[in-house]
């Protein structure tokens, strides 16, 4: 007989109720080849007394195994395991019930190259440098914890529980078009608003419905590499200008004008990414004239507008668009904190129409209650309450690490002090390459990030970004000691010219 | 003189310093052409005056356009338009700066004809049809919101707020593994398990790196229409076979495998959508070793796996797979709320990791406080107790539903009891279109939706999946209510056959 005994297992413990463990249990058997095709299965009494359970248990579960058509009932006869099914597939081993998913797949996909992982492993006690995040700590969670519990607990909150509109919750879009328009000089409605789920989707996107394989997108030499990682996914010409102080230079766009139809121009106008400098007046003019010239779409993805130590926010690209030339894209992830995924992409309506209309396939639409948490967030003035307190804070931060970086680490680093953002751009002194001070810090309980991504193409300018809003003094200090740690340690004698 | 006057408002009850706003105003007629490179400014004291102001606030105003680079100072003749500004393009009209964004782009963008949008307006007094949607009217929203909040409010909770995996929070992957392994009969571990923004977004990822352009995917006859439009996104090569009473004709799939390659099958074993009838036993075994032989991908999209009427529900393929072939997809967005988009994505690890990556670039990573919430919402068991909740009100709906249509309507329609599921599917008497029941319920304030996406290829079967778990007993009454005076009115007698 088979060995019913051993190969059957019940857990009383078990939510699953005993007959239904059992019969799920058969069906595995079955499956694998251990009961093949016309097997005649025990009968219930004797299976009942094997696995000392009750009768009615091991009737129930032949009935479902009949029920699902695993076994057929032949009336004086018994139950079988059913004629017509399949044998189990030869390469499957007898006994193998245990098996767990496995490591490889059995079929084939397409790699993607070009897309890199996103690395968020923490380990206590390490010390992280980012390209600029906030600091979570500062978050009022609390707060929105409690207008989403609020709104969630409306007796009228069951209409937003359903599917809903692929554009986002209509009250937010309310709320961000008033918003957008008086703190960042825009002219739109709630018709020129997708809710996204932050920047990136807002990039995916626009990546997705103007780029296809061959077409060109203009960038800086130096780039947000998400962003281009982005673009190569649609396998998109990606050409790059020069950044200066001033931004990108707007000029070597206008001559790959002249030779090439280019579809889009990405671009981090308030500050760049990485180098963070400011676009200026004139090139900001330049660059929507050349756009509406030769009809390409201005990617204007505003990160960090909120954030402005010297001088105001200078007014997106977006506010001065009249040809609806730009699509504008920006998030709460930078201001609030990342987890809270929601973003907006500003444009004219038929490309934001076209674009909810794919995000409905991409992931059908946004979560209801959470944009209504932040359409209440914004609109009370918690937001921008919530930037005012994160400004001084960031400008203290910004000032200590700048100060410290100077005076400390003076000999190994060069950089501007940023106007704005949550980042310096860090050029490293040449005798020292980022590779062996990543190696070396990482013996100091330091971890320098990929410095790979910031010269993507090669261009050896030995720069990374070090984010400085997301650690308070005492981490800024501990940062700086053990950066110079690191540097005592690689034992070279810094030359002084860059 | 330029009237000054007359172009710039300013309004003490924003927010906004008026220097500012004084600013930005400043900068649009700039842009605009209004005051052309090298005009002369006002003095301050003069246009103090005209707006009647404080001098300070022109004199902080001009210094913010002198940062911004917009005019520049020249020592004892006053305040310029910055010369080497390019001139405003020609077609931006004079005395426009209160235009709204435009309605259309300044670009060119691609139209994906095989997009559709999603509709979901309602309005008042109208009973709307749907596919099979749940009663969010019974959704324990405050109890997923108490939970929300519990854990946004703990003192840890700033951990969760930063950049977090792409493979979504390991604590609900954790949970879900064993959820997944004792209710279905997976064998899995959290290294197999994508988070997800519910089905459709599992649906999307595997789409993106399964299929290119002229590669093949099988489907029934009918299929759920959402997932043949990702597929064409794709510019797949989509194959049908047919559908009968006992799912997806695997024989013809045997067929196809001999001719061409074929790269994935997706299939809703549980309930086909739109027919709602299971696949047996025996084609999943067929189907199964299909795949192991031609290495091909099954993707078996589990939408509906927690309703079950006439029997316990029946293990997903993914349950019997040994080599890696079945990405198993599914969300809680069916069983709570759609507005809580929480999927999962189960695959074999290399398939997942690449999946993840992928989803980085997509919206970069879900809601770690949400899907903490729903970790623990099913680890208590309070998921399992509001299936068993919903299994009994969704049965008795389904059954008055059933005999209404079956009383009433009998001689309109032609329909099998569903064992599971949340719809029925439908046949309408030939004599009669669904085109001119659905314009005619119109008029009688019952909307039948978008009855052509269950024939997409033209094969007349004139029926469409009608959901009865979303309205309670006073609204299924009126729904047959409406339906039967729809009827009367097209006037017609009905003929016996169908």
Redesign the interface.
Known sequence: MFPYKTSLKLNKN???PLY?QL??QF??LI??GNLPPGTKLVGSRTLADLLQVHRKTVVACYE?LL????VESIPKKGTFV?K???L??K??LVG?F???????????????NC????K?EKRKGVIYINDG?SD??L?P??E???I??KI??KKS??????????HGNVKLREVLAVYLN??R?????KE?ILI???S??GM?LSSQ??L?EGDIIVVGETNYS?AD??FQ?QKAQIKRVSVDENGLVIDQIEKLCKKQSI??VYVTSHHHHPTTVTL???RR??L??L???H???IIEDDYDYDFNY???P??PLA???????VIYIGSVCKTV?????VGYL??????V??A???R???????????ELTFAEFIKS?DL?RHIRKLMKIYLQRRDLFCELLKNKLGDYFQFEVPKGGMAIWVHLNKQYSWSEVAKEASKHQLEVGEWQRYDLVNKKHNAIRIGFASYNDEEIKLLIEKLKQTFKSIKKVPIKHF
Chains 1, 2 share one sequence.
């Open positions: 078990l939510k699953e239904l019969a799920n069906i595995l499956r694998e479902e029920l699902q058509g695993w059913n017509s099914l399949p189990a597939q390469t499957t193998t245990k098996t767990s998913k496995k490591k490889s797949s059995g079929f084939n996909f397409y790699d993607n897309l890199s992982e996103k968020t995040t979570t700590r978050t969670t609390e929105i914890a409690r989403y519990r969630a607990s909150a069951y209409t937003f529980l359903d599917y809903s509109s692929t008086n703190s000089g825009l002219k739109i409605s020129n996204t789920r932050g990136q989707m995916w419905l103007l296809k998400s990682i982005t996914y579809k889009a200026s007046a004139e003019i330049h929507l004239n756009a509406q010239k009809n390409f779409a010297n001088h105001a200078i007014l506010s001065h668009d009249s040809s609806g030339n904190a990342p987890v809270f995924r500003v444009a004219s309506e038929d490309f129409n076209e909810a209309k794919l409905g396939y991409v992931d059908r639409q946004g979560d209801a209650l959470l003035g921008d």
